[in-house]
T-cell receptor, first 111, second 118 residues
């Protein structure tokens, strides 16, 4: 069964600290993996899209990694800011075109 | 601004009623996706249209229906509303068809329509 599992479910960190969010998937055949940021009550916004041949992709303070062998991805946030408080959603695209969404990790950055 | 426009932003209605949510995709995008997000839940895929034709169906209730018009805007119709239908409804668009072995391409989400059923 195609599944995307994210951990932790929620996370609280202090402003300026780094954090890493995890995404494990069992989607096959794999096409690409996406990370989205969703502010409360807003639409998701794309952070990165990675194919199986890409190990790392950065977008400002956000760095995503992908290990296609172990079917794991992580999103690392450096020097967190209050505006990073949001839900982060991992989405895996199967080669069929189907998108499988994770449940998201809710990040709260405190001053 | 993603370029995807959803109206209305907020809607309050009573049980048993019917509402229509509207989505205008980004210029040039042929695919429209509808998602439901209940409170503190993940995004649930409802239905996808590509260039006017239904492309994929997710967990869409029989009380819900959608269509994509020749100008590529889409409408999601929700009828016989129940309390549990209260949620954020998101529309997303992309240029590629998705499904059937084709990638979706990058998805651009609208800001959502918040439906409250009392």
């Amino acid at each position: 069964k195609n599944q995307v599992e994210q951990s932790p479910q929620s996370l609280i960190i202090l402003e300026g600290k780094n954090c890493t969010l995890q995404c494990n998937y069992t989607v096959s055949p794999f096409s690409n993996l996406r990370w989205y940021k969703q502010d409360t009550g807003r639409g998701p916004v794309s952070l990165t899209i990675m194919t199986f041949s890409e190990n790392t992709k950065s977008n400002g303070r956000y760095t995503a990694t992908l290990d296609a062998d172990t079917k794991q991805s992580s999103l690392h946030i450096t020097a967190s800011q209050l505006s990073d408080s949001a839900s982060y959603i991992c989405v895996v695209s199967a080669r069929t075109g189907k998108l499988i969404f994770g449940q998201g990790t809710t990040l709260q950055v405190k001053p | 601004d993603s370029g995807v426009t959803q109206t209305p932003k907020h809607l309050i209605t009573a049980t048993g009623q019917r509402v229509t949510l509207r989505c205008s995709p980004r210029s040039g995008d042929l695919s429209v996706y509808w998602y439901q997000q209940s409170l503190d839940q993940g995004l649930q895929f409802l239905i996808q249209y590509y260039n006017g034709e239904e492309r994929a169906k997710g967990n869409i209730l029989e009380r819900f229906s959608a269509q994509q018009f020749p100008d590529l805007h889409s409408e999601l119709n929700l009828s016989s509303l129940e309390l549990g239908d209260s949620a954020l409804y998101f529309c997303a668009s992309s240029v590629l068809p998705g499904q059937g072995g084709r990638d979706t391409g990058e998805l651009f989400f609208g800001e959502g329509s918040r439906l409250t059923v009392l």
